[in-house]
């Protein structure tokens, strides 16, 4: 990720070039809160092809010839356009081109094509994350042309000529202003500017953390400490006030402190959260004990036995802040017997370039007494965006709430998470655009794209889908829950700069369970899972009475058929072909044995110690569920194989 501002991305030719002073970049790289020196640095120097890497003491050193000064003029030149809606290379206007490289800023090659004869667009295999990169351009004289791109995901030209000086080539770096950048995963990247006048001999360059980059290590279990009074822990634990009646969960928070690691944080505001998973395990004000559902898949552990919880850091000081965040959740994980499924489902999304909260794991204690390991999950709010949007991380982001043609504008400004506080002057018009933009689109799906391409991120839902059907997530944005319940565990960000919204994933401890609860397996129904699925068109659009989920006394719900949803119907018909297509790639590149087993063995690795501590887990059944876990990896690639390969009818 990088802090860069937006650029313009045509690369201008310059009349006249002038001697650059500094030619020796050299002096250490230090991490800005703690002064330690950090290793691993990559440092590029954007007016050229040199670069450096940081040792251990954070040290560095290079050299780099000056730039003759002189008058240049402009010769021929080739634009290479990116279409950044296709994820593909436009060279109509580029003939001499002969292929097209992309590397990340470590050197790292990340795509390398050439040219077909007769052929003038250069598809990409898949998405590009927004970030900065390296492009290399090869022509047909046998040299190569490198510019630095930010991709934000729109389109972009990229201007290559041949400059002349005295019937010599300008050299290349002389086209492009002189910056250092600075980058190292987990640090915000720096980008200085080389002054002609000043040297760079001995420089000390602070870099940032990124915010929670300490707690979301994926290496390791941390551990937090919460101390309450003893009137508050009492509060805390009292059921009664929790739950009011069969299905309101209220929010009450009590003060405690919070030590985690050596940082302490005097005041911050704890509760509860969930809503089926805390009313279905509270009686008449207290916690039912021995709740166990093994035949719906959550093992022979009590799903009572602890509650997820939220922690808000500045909820009783405005300033208070743990790494930057302003809060964390922690997830109970009950319904995991693997206590992976959730950071195996982020990790998917994120993959396919779907931006995606970051999690981790820790050990909490509450006045010293183990309550055992939870998954800890980031929280999306206005610094998440920020964080993923460096230039634009200030549009409204959306909680659960979608484009149906009842949908109010009560609801949608209940929905709004940012930008709603009334000095905000709170704007809800672009989700009421969307919303009427679907009310107002016929039932014709040729039309469709053409309607919603100004609005929505069609690509990324595109792959947002492939990787939600891939991993069963049953109780996301395909279950419309009846009764007004509506869908659950999403969110809609509004990215100002494109204009698009872009759908974000959350809450995914109750994904990969197969065969998939409430919907068909295999193309067709499964026992009493008689949802059609994704690549079913059902025209009755009927309500389907569900019995998946286990607790509310065991009642049946409804859910309502995908079909029924205009947006969604429309959508699918639009997109079905890129859904094959961004399906195929996901399971041939991504969701493969391969690439999945190794990450579930070392979370496997990084928890067993946790586990084994944790009173409410039994560690032997842990071992069976997380084996089960990559067998079943098989089984998912199958059920996603059978989708794409069929378009039924019903």
């Known amino acids: 990720m990088t802090t860069f501002k937006r650029l313009q ?115 990409l295999p898949a998405a590009i994350p927004d970030n900065l990169y390296l492009l290399r351009v090869g022509k047909s004289d046998g040299k190569f042309y490198t510019v630095k791109w930010v991709n934000m995901g729109d389109n972009a030209v990229f201007t290559l000529g041949v400059y002349q000086r005295n019937g010599g080539s300008l050299p290349k770096r002389a086209a492009i ?26 420089m000390l360059v602070k870099m940032k953390p990124e915010i929670g980059s300490r707690i979301f290590d994926d290496d390791t279990v941390r551990t937090y400490r919460l101390y309450f009074t003893e009137e508050n822990l009492a509060l805390l634990l009292d059921f009664s006030k929790l739950v009011t009646n069969t299905y309101t969960v209220n929010s009450v928070f009590v003060p405690a402190r919070l030590v985690m690691e050596g940082r302490s944080l005097d005041s911050i505001g704890v509760r509860f959260r969930g809503d089926q998973s805390i009313w279905d395990c509270i009686s008449n004000g207290k916690r039912k004990k021995g709740v166990t559902y093994p035949q719906f898949g959550f093992g022979n552990g009590d799903i009572c036995a602890k509650f997820s919880m939220k922690f ?18 922690f997830r109970s994980m009950s319904a995991d017997p693997t206590k992976i ?26 006045n010293d007494t183990l309550w055992g390991l939870f998954g800890v999950a980031e929280e999306i709010d206005g610094r998440f965006t920020k964080s993923r949007y460096p230039a634009t991380g200030d549009g409204n982001l959306y909680k659960e709430i979608w484009p149906e043609t009842q949908l109010t504008d009560a609801s949608i400004f209940n929905a709004l998470t940012t930008n709603n506080d ?20 016929g039932t014709d799906s040729s039309t469709f794209l053409e309607k919603i391409n100004p609005l929505v991120d069609i690509p990324r839902l595109v792959r947002y889908i492939v990787v939600d059907r891939g991993i069963m997530n049953f109780d996301g944005i395909m279950s419309n ?45 499964v026992g009493k899972n008689l949802v059609p699925n994704w690549n079913v068109i059902n025209s009755t659009y009927s309500n389907i009475t569900c019995v998946f989920d286990p607790g509310s006394s065991g009642g049946g719900y409804k859910v309502t058929s995908i079909d029924k949803d205009k947006f969604l119907r429309l959508f699918r018909s639009a997109t079905w072909n890129d859904f094959c297509s961004q399906g195929r790639f ?65």
């Open 422 to 441: 009334p000095e905000d002057a709170p704007d809800i018009s672009d989700f009421k655009e969307l919303r009427d933009s679907i009310s107002a689109s």
């Open 341 to 366: 499924h959730e950071k195996l489902g982020f990790s998917l999304f994120a993959d396919m370039d779907i931006v995606s909260p970051r999690s981790a794991y820790a050990k909490l204690y509450v």
């Open 481 to 525: 829950y009846g009764g007004g319940y509506g869908r659950h565990n999403y969110f809609w960000y509004h990215d100002d700069d494109s204009g698009l919204f872009k759908l974000i994933p959350w809450d995914l401890d109750k994904a990969l369970l197969y065969p998939e609860p409430n919907f068909w397996t295999n193309n067709a129904p």
């Open 9 to 123: 991305f045509c690369i201008c030719p310059l009349l006249a070039a002038t001697a650059i002073a500094a030619e020796t970049f050299s002096g250490r790289v230090v991490d800005r809160e703690t002064g330690t020196g950090l290793a691993n640095v990559s440092i590029t120097l954007l007016s050229s092809d040199e670069n450096a890497t940081t040792d251990q003491n954070g040290q560095f050193s290079f050299s780099r010839e000056p730039v003759d000064a002189g008058r240049f003029r402009r010769g021929n030149r080739d634009l290479l356009k990116w279409r950044g809606t296709a994820h593909l290379f436009d060279l109509k206007s580029a003939p001499g081109m002969t292929s097209v490289a992309l590397y990340d800023l470590k050197g790292g090659r990340l795509f390398f094509k050439t040219r077909t004869p007769g052929s003038d667009l250069l598809q």
């Open 177 to 202: 202003v002189d910056s250092l950048v600075f980058e190292k995963q987990e640090y915000q990247t720096r980008k200085i500017a080389v002054d002609s006048d000043s040297t760079y001999a001995s």
């Open 586 to 650: 996901f399971l041939d590149s991504i969701f493969t044995e391969t690439r999945l087993n190794p990450r579930i063995a070392h979370w496997r690795t990084i928890i067993a110690g946790a586990v084994g501590e944790d009173p409410t887990i039994d560690s032997a059944e842990w071992t069976i569920m997380v084996d089960s876990l990559s067998h079943t990896i098989p089984l998912w690639r199958k059920n996603l194989e059978m989708m794409i390969d069929t378009l039924i009818v019903r």
């Open 312 to 329: 808000d850091f500045n909820r009783y000081n405005a300033d208070l802040r743990l790494y930057g965040l302003k809060a964390l959740n």
